[in-house]
């Protein structure tokens, strides 16, 4: 009889608790919901990766919301279970070690904020558009398929958050607006350096005019709050040896985050049509 009593009141327990995490977690769904619509109808002019931003947050917060409240709710059933497992704690450790790993690589990515949505970064060769965070990997819209064209490819590619702990990232745009931007062109060691690199400091530095004193003004407002040295801002064309058959253009300067490949793209065309004309046989 006392068993009988017993087993009814564990069952009576567990389907309250399953009630209360039902509504928990609906409640949690719909206030999200709410709330993104709230946003979205008061700000409707807000930029799209504004709104992809609110997105992904939202979504994080709620799933950890979610985890919370449950964990809150089982507290109880999960304390006895967890008295008869702990033989098998070190097994699941073992298990699930590239998990924890990937959550440890998302919890260092929200405490140094190294990169966000829009943001475009590289590491362990993967370059792209960061489109979506969660806790377990981050979705990249790659760039390519060139290096020195930079349009995003179409192609979607993921890596775990655990890349994180072992790899360094590279993020583009780390002032947000203006971004210091380098590349270098190949060159045949027949053309002149002397016919190559004047012109392209000139047609780099008309590209740049429009608003290196901008560039300028806000690297020096970053390096005063921030309190470390920002780079410089002017064009800066430079050539260097490289083997017996090329030598390498090193182009770099500062440009808004919007503009850096096109200002790229029409140097290297200038230096496509320089190189053109210096490599015609000249008449006698």
Request: aromatic share 8%.
């Amino acid at each position: 009889m006392w068993q009988q009593i017993t087993e009814f009141l564990q069952q009576s327990l567990a389907r309250s608790e399953i009630l209360q995490s039902a509504i928990f977690i609906v409640a949690v769904v719909l206030l999200r919901s709410v709330l993104l619509r709230g946003l979205f109808k008061r700000q409707p002019d807000v930029d799209i990766e504004i709104k992809r931003r609110w997105l992904v947050v939202s979504r994080n917060l709620a799933f950890v919301a979610c985890v919370f409240g449950l964990v809150t709710i089982w507290a109880t059933q999960i304390q006895t279970v967890a008295l008869s497992m702990l033989a098998v704690a070190a097994a699941v450790v073992l298990a699930t070690k590239e998990l924890i790993m990937c959550l440890s690589g998302s919890l260092i990515r929200t405490g140094t904020k190294q990169y966000s949505v829009g943001d475009f970064i590289e590491i362990n060769g993967l370059r792209g558009r960061v489109v979506d965070i969660n806790l377990i990997n981050t979705l990249l819209m790659q760039t390519g398929p060139h290096p020195l064209i930079g349009q995003l490819s179409g192609k979607t590619v993921s890596f775990p958050n655990s890349l994180l702990l072992s790899h360094p990232v590279l993020r583009d745009n780390g002032n947000r607006h203006f971004v210091v931007h380098s590349f270098d062109i190949p060159v045949p060691l027949a053309l002149n350096v002397d016919e190559v690199v004047p012109p392209l400091q000139s047609k780099l530095d008309e590209l740049c005019a429009p608003f290196a004193e901008q560039a300028a003004r806000q690297f020096a407002e970053i390096q005063l709050q921030k309190l470390y040295i920002t780079p410089a801002t002017e064009p800066r064309v430079a050539a260097v040896p490289k083997d017996d058959k090329v030598y390498s253009v090193v182009v770099r300067f500062a440009a808004p985050m919007a503009q850096r490949q096109h200002i790229q793209q029409q140097l290297l065309t200038h230096y496509l049509r320089l190189q053109y004309r210096l490599q015609q046989p000249k008449a006698a």
